[in-house]
């Protein structure tokens, strides 16, 4: 009785190795083809680097931007998006679909996309 316990036991024992090995040549096949995975990428990445860095010399340099005229054209924003919504809280609409015309005390949907937008 315990010669046949322990065979079972063997044959058991070989089924899990044979389980492991498959598992084993699975994993294998895996990490080769992340690994080819991995090669190609990099070399893409490699390619697409030199790429950039020969588009990067083509281009010229920018144009210095004159912080005052910057910094005016920035008010310029400012100031016109303060007197929208300063009309719109007196209760004016400022949207394109019913610009200038009275809110009547509700909010427009559009005036407030329009005024979010801006931020």
Known sequence: MK?????????DFEQQLESMQEQFR???TVV????????ALQLENHH????LDELNEKVPEP??????KLKKAVMDIGEGYDNLARLYHEGYHVCNVHFGS???GDDCLFCLSFLNKQN
């Open 3 to 11: 010669e046949k316990n322990f065979l079972d036991t063997v044959m």
């Open 26 to 28: 699975d994993l294998k």
């Open 32 to 39: 080769a083809r992340t690994m080819e995975e991995h090669h």
């Open 48 to 51: 697409l680097r030199a790429r």
């Open 63 to 68: 144009e210095k931007v004159d912080p005052v």
């Open 102 to 104: 009275s809110r009547k």
